[in-house]
């Protein structure tokens, strides 16, 4: 293994050592948890660690899987705005009708907010669920991607 990627791999692994890392997860005393930063990886900075998202292109799609098990349509939106897709919902599990012995799934909401790597057509966004996961379908055209011209000035040297 190279050495630049096993140093890449320790810091996250310090990351996940980290009592403020652990804290942030778990401290269910926080008011808003979509302000948490989260950094698992020095490239990108996550706000929310749920839902589990992959982003992958297929044939000119930015493509969505997130993991949402237990929710129908009903407890999920979805926006875009720019090039920014947010997935809010909420969890509702808790049943005031229940004698609880062990209770280990809360009543939460989320946001997941993803920047996108391209501009997508707004009207032809389409998603399903299947089995717990969510896809979002999201067309672009590699043409909608703008170009900055560069230009060199010569400089003359006397």
């Given at each position: 293994?190279?050495?630049?990627?096993?140093?890449?791999?320790?810091?996250?692994?310090q990351?996940?050592?980290?009592?403020k890392?652990?804290?942030q997860?778990?401290d269910?005393?926080s008011?808003?948890?979509s302000?948490?930063?989260?950094?698992?990886?020095p490239l990108?900075?996550?706000?929310?660690?749920f839902?589990k998202?992959?982003?992958?292109?297929?044939?000119?799609?930015?493509?969505?899987?997130?993991?949402?098990?237990?929710l129908?349509?009903e407890?999920?939106?979805l926006?875009?705005?720019?090039?920014?897709?947010?997935?809010?919902?909420?969890?509702?599990?808790?049943?005031?009708?229940?004698q609880?012995?062990?209770?280990?799934?809360t009543?939460?909401?989320?946001?997941?907010?993803l920047?996108?790597?391209y501009?997508?057509?707004?009207?032809n966004?389409?998603?399903?669920?299947?089995?717990?996961?969510l896809?979002?379908?999201?067309?672009?055209?590699?043409?909608?991607?703008?170009n900055i011209?560069?230009?060199?000035?010569?400089?003359?040297?006397e």
């Amino acid at each position: 293994m190279e050495v630049d990627k096993l140093k890449k791999w320790l810091n996250v692994a310090q990351q996940f050592q980290s009592d403020k890392f652990w804290n942030q997860i778990f401290d269910e005393n926080s008011k808003n948890s979509s302000d948490k930063q989260f950094s698992l990886n020095p490239l990108t900075t996550v706000k929310e660690l749920f839902p589990k998202c992959d982003l992958y292109e297929v044939e000119q799609v930015l493509v969505v899987e997130a993991e949402i098990p237990g929710l129908t349509k009903e407890d999920l939106h979805l926006s875009v705005q720019q090039q920014l897709l947010t997935i809010t919902g909420e969890f509702k599990s808790l049943n005031q009708n229940r004698q609880y012995f062990l209770k280990e799934r809360t009543n939460r909401q989320f946001k997941k907010e993803l920047t996108l790597p391209y501009p997508i057509q707004i009207n032809n966004v389409k998603s399903e669920m299947r089995q717990g996961v969510l896809y979002i379908f999201m067309p672009f055209h590699q043409d909608d991607i703008e170009n900055i011209p560069i230009a060199f000035k010569q400089i003359v040297s006397e």
